[in-house]
């Protein structure tokens, strides 16, 4: 499957944005996708994943409350909204999806195997 990030770009701290990932190739229907991010000097971190029917998100402390991940299995698209952004939340941002729709979230890298590109998400104070 291969995955695109869209939706990046410049925001003031306190507004909001939203980011898209679309899949094509091997639907990725039932398979859980993920969000990750890597700011500018630090390792990839998870932001939060949704399983394959919608039913059930994670999300890392530092998100919670404030982002929220969707998915339109007919659209074959994942959303990321992000609101309340900090200057902390600058980073490129990923989506990934995990191999089985057997697969539940998980906050770890490894677990996934189809990668977007990325998309920048920078946050002025």
């Known amino acids: 499957v291969q995955l695109q990030a869209s939706g990046g770009g410049l925001v003031q701290a306190g507004g909001s944005l939203r980011l898209s990932c679309a899949a094509s190739?091997?639907?990725?229907?039932?398979?859980?996708m993920g969000w990750f991010r890597q700011a500018p000097g630090k390792g990839r971190e998870f932001v939060g994943a949704v399983t394959g029917n919608g039913a059930r998100s994670t999300y890392a402390d530092s998100v919670k409350g404030r982002f929220t991940i969707s998915r339109d299995n007919a659209k074959n698209t994942v959303s990321l909204q992000m609101n309340s952004l900090k200057p902390e939340d600058t980073a490129i941002y990923y989506c990934?999806?995990?191999?089985?729709?057997?697969?539940?979230?998980?906050?770890?890298?490894?677990?996934?195997?189809?990668w977007g590109q990325g998309t920048l998400v920078t946050v002025s104070s």
């Open positions: 190739g091997r639907t990725f229907n039932w398979n859980t």
């Open positions: 990934a999806a995990r191999n089985s729709p057997f697969d539940g979230t998980s906050p770890y890298e490894r677990d996934y195997s189809s």
